[in-house]
């Protein structure tokens, strides 16, 4: 068995912020595998977001996502995964402070019919 050299698992990455907009470049396995994240708040209740991943061969992932801000209390998300042919939508609601109701729907395209979902309530 070949023990782990000290490079072997070397993981690299920067990132930039200026205001609301953010960007990161990382890279992992000896710096053959790459993610790029992008995100941006469009309004003051409105966030968008892509992220990708390469090999520089061939894309790996590739998915956007945006929030809305309805109110103080609620926020909805949305996630379009193109590798993955999935859309994905989660919605969050603060009731009272530390009282978080929470619910979430993964819809994949090919196959509507087998949906997740899930539901969750945070007390304290």
Do not use: N, R
């Not at 949305?78 to 009731?95: C, E, N």
């Amino acid at each position: 068995m070949k023990s782990k050299g000290l490079f072997d698992d070397l993981w690299l990455g920067v990132s930039y912020t200026m205001g609301s907009y953010f960007a990161a470049i990382t890279a992992e396995d000896q710096l053959k595998k790459f993610k790029v994240s992008l995100k941006g708040d469009a309004t003051k209740e409105i966030v968008v977001a892509c992220e990708a991943e390469s090999d520089l061969k061939t894309v790996s992932g590739f998915s956007t996502a945006g929030s809305y801000k309805v109110s103080e209390e609620c926020t909805v998300k949305a996630k379009y995964d193109i590798t993955k042919q999935s859309v994905a939508g989660h919605a969050s609601y603060s009731a009272l402070p530390k009282v978080v109701m929470a619910g979430g729907v993964a819809i994949p395209i090919a196959d509507p019919g087998s949906f997740t979902y899930g539901l969750g309530l945070t007390l304290g």
